[in-house]
T-cell receptor
Framework: QQQVKQSPQSLIVQKGGISIINCAYE??????FPWYQQFPGKGPALLIA?????SEKKEGRFTISFNKSAKQFSLHIMDSQPGDSATYFC???????????FGSGTQLTVLP | GAVVSQHPSWVICKSGTSVKIECRSL??????MFWYRQFPKQSLMLMAT?????????EQGVEKDKFLINHASLTLSTLTVTSAHPEDSSFYIC???????????FGPGTRLTVL
């Protein structure tokens, strides 16, 4: 019930391309869905987040698409840049535990 | 955005010694702080949740006597790894949740190496 499944595990994209990372959850009590970006040797940094009453949220080149009925959400990185190369984690918050449940992470590499 | 600091950023110690890691929320008050452990190329694993002024809640499989957590104020939590062994070597990350919002912010992490 608390799982968040993330795919793909790794992703290689050419500079200027679109990076898409997908997550699916099971617990319908989740009510907050953040994405974190983590560079090697650093802590995760909040990138963008969405609540289930919104189907899409855009901040600069980063967009979250949310499908409540399918219990899925995805991160789209437009015009991907080599500086975007990092590990991305989706997460979900809510339910009885009231703590973040993380996906397994996606290692993104953007080729110059 | 909100800032969470950790100190030290890295530490090397001998087996059997204890190591204390500090986590501070610099520009907001955090009623709840979290401690995570992360192995290379893996996701974050929650170790414990602490609320200011009360005992920490440990996740299943985490030894509370080995990983001592103190949340003394709304801006400071500490993790002490007692009698550290090489298998405790890992990347430890703290996180803080602001009082008035649900957003959770992470510290930069502490790399612990036990020789």
């Amino acid at each position: 019930q608390q799982q968040v499944k993330q795919s793909p595990q790794s992703l290689i994209v050419q500079k200027g391309g679109i990076s898409i990372i997908n997550c699916a959850y099971e617990n319908t009590a989740f009510d907050y869905f953040p994405w974190y970006q983590q560079f090697p040797g650093k802590g995760p940094a909040l990138l963008i987040a969405i609540r289930p009453d919104v189907s899409e949220k855009k901040e600069g080149r980063f967009t979250i698409s949310f499908n409540k009925s399918a219990k899925q959400f995805s991160l789209h990185i437009m015009d991907s840049q080599p500086g975007d190369s990092a590990t991305y984690f989706c997460a979900a918050f809510g339910g009885s535990a009231r703590q973040l449940t993380f996906g397994s992470g996606t290692q993104l590499t953007v080729l110059p | 955005g909100a800032v969470v600091s950790q100190h030290p950023s890295w530490v090397i110690c001998k087996s059997g010694t204890s190591v204390k890691i500090e986590c501070r929320s610099l520009d907001f008050q955090a009623t709840t702080m979290f401690w995570y452990r992360q192995f290379p190329k893996q996701s974050l694993m929650l170790m414990a949740t602490s609320n200011e002024g009360s005992k920490a809640t440990y996740e299943q499989g985490v030894e509370k006597d080995k990983f001592l957590i103190n949340h003394a104020s709304l801006t400071l939590s500490t993790l002490t790894v007692t009698s550290a062994h090489p298998e405790d070597s890992s990347f430890y990350i703290c996180s803080a949740r602001a009082v008035l919002a649900g957003t959770q912010y992470f510290g930069p992490g502490t790399r612990l190496t036990v020789l």
